[in-house]
């Protein structure tokens, strides 16, 4: 029984961040940083959207279907973990990586980056294209790690996050798709 909810939420946050700890990878060699930091921006809404946008104009006319939900997906997506963000206000771990978001996006918890990349790969799956769903599964667990792992999300923000991204990656397809 809980007779405290304040001192268990406090203990669970402390839990996350220790846990969190653990998956941080400092002192990193440099080109591991690197790496991890191409990663970690490569959930970036923006490059989906150019990205999207330059496969919408040249890309195979069989995949419009699949980037109108993307492009839908990546907005709604991004509403909702925003306003969580706001709601909560949970700040990012201590670190000196990641400026620009902290400074943009001082507020960790959902990772929007986690939702971005699970919502994505989940309509890709859901469109039928397993062999590039099945690389962009691979692609969303190294974006979750690097984001931890670079300290700018606590563990518990990339698991919410990666339930958001299901759930609005799900509904997408299943509403309009």
Known sequence: MLTNPDMNITSLLQ???QFSEKIRLVPYPPFIKQVMSI??????????????AM?????????????????????VTALFVQGIKFLIKR?????????IYRRSDP??????????????????LLSGHLWFGLLMILWTLLVDTARVGLGVH?????IIGSAIGALFGGLVFLIIG
Not at 55 to 75: E, T
């Open 15 to 17: 839990l996350d961040a």
């Open 39 to 52: 990663l970690a921006h490569s959930a970036d809404s923006w490059y989906w959207g150019a990205g999207l």
């Open 55 to 75: 496969a919408w104009m040249i890309g195979p006319q069989g995949w419009r279907s699949v980037i109108k939900l993307l492009f839908i997906g990546i907005i």
């Open 91 to 99: 700040p990012r771990p201590e670190g000196d990586w990641g400026q």
């Open 107 to 124: 507020h960790s918890f959902p990772s929007g980056h986690a939702a971005r990349a699970t919502m994505l790969t989940l309509i890709i």
């Open 154 to 158: 606590f563990l518990s923000d990339i």
